[in-house]
């Protein structure tokens, strides 16, 4: 069984349209994150979920929206997407809010590409 | 400075070689350490957490120097599978919240 789990695995949209991915894990975890990983390879935090309360917000353009409907998911919608949203999203999770000894899990990421 | 910084590779070493990557981190308060494995077009994933006293598995080797703040990661008798990118993570906390700050990873190719 998949630990996290995104859809789509990739997502190839134009400028200006809204998507969404679906993040959901089945570890019990209490925390979810959203990072995006840019053409440079650089894995950067966008948001952070505990017990569906977002406690980390990145510099992130409002066009991004998390949402977290229950402690197992976590999804991702982007409105109004731009040719710099082009990358790769991974989803993780972890127990208590990342507390210093424990790991991230992450899911296989959504590779997304706005033409 | 970058808050984790990482020789960005690729390191290209012989099967059988020993080879050795540092990260240095800005925040001198920072807690936990971590040093993540990452497979061309995947997810990464924890190869080894970082303790203080250093630590072992297998193969491989992480030591953590608070004073000059660097951790590094040490991995002996290299294997063709080695062959991946090894981000560097640092764990930071503030006002409860840890967050993972990656370094921009050291690409290692294992040649046979």
């Known amino acids: 069984d998949t630990a996290v789990s995104q859809t789509p695995k990739y997502l190839v949209t134009q400028m200006g349209n809204d998507k969404s991915i679906k993040c959901e894990q089945n570890?019990?975890?209490?925390?979810m994150y959203w990072y995006k990983q840019d053409s440079k390879k650089f894995l950067k935090i966008m948001f952070s979920?505990?017990?569906?309360?977002?406690?980390i917000n990145e510099t992130v353009p409002n066009r991004f929206s998390p949402k977290s409907p229950d402690k197992a998911h976590l999804n991702l919608h982007i409105n109004s997407l731009e040719l710099g949203d082009s990358a790769v999203y991974f989803c993780?999770?972890?127990?208590?809010?990342?507390?210093?000894?424990?790991?991230?899990?992450f899911g296989p990421g959504t590779r997304l590409t706005v033409t | 400075r970058k808050e984790v910084e990482q020789d960005p590779g690729p390191f290209n070493v012989p099967e059988g070689a020993t080879v050795a990557f540092n990260c240095t981190y800005s925040n001198s308060a920072s807690q936990s350490f971590f040093w993540y494995r990452q497979d061309c077009r995947k997810e990464p994933k924890l190869l080894m957490s970082?303790?203080?006293s250093g630590n072992e598995d297998g193969r491989f080797t992480a030591q953590l120097n608070r004073a000059s703040q660097y951790i590094s990661l040490l991995i002996r008798d290299s294997k063709l599978s080695d062959s991946a990118t090894y981000l560097c993570?640092?764990?930071?906390?503030?006002?409860?919240?840890?967050?993972?700050?990656f370094g921009t990873g050291t690409r290692l190719k294992v040649l046979a």
């Open positions: 979920y505990n017990n569906k309360e977002l406690i």
């Open positions: 570890l019990g975890h209490d925390t």
């Open positions: 970082v303790y203080s």
């Open positions: 993570v640092v764990n930071d906390e503030n006002s409860g919240t840890y967050k993972y700050i």
């Open positions: 993780a999770s972890s127990q208590d809010k990342g507390y210093p000894s424990y790991e991230q899990y």
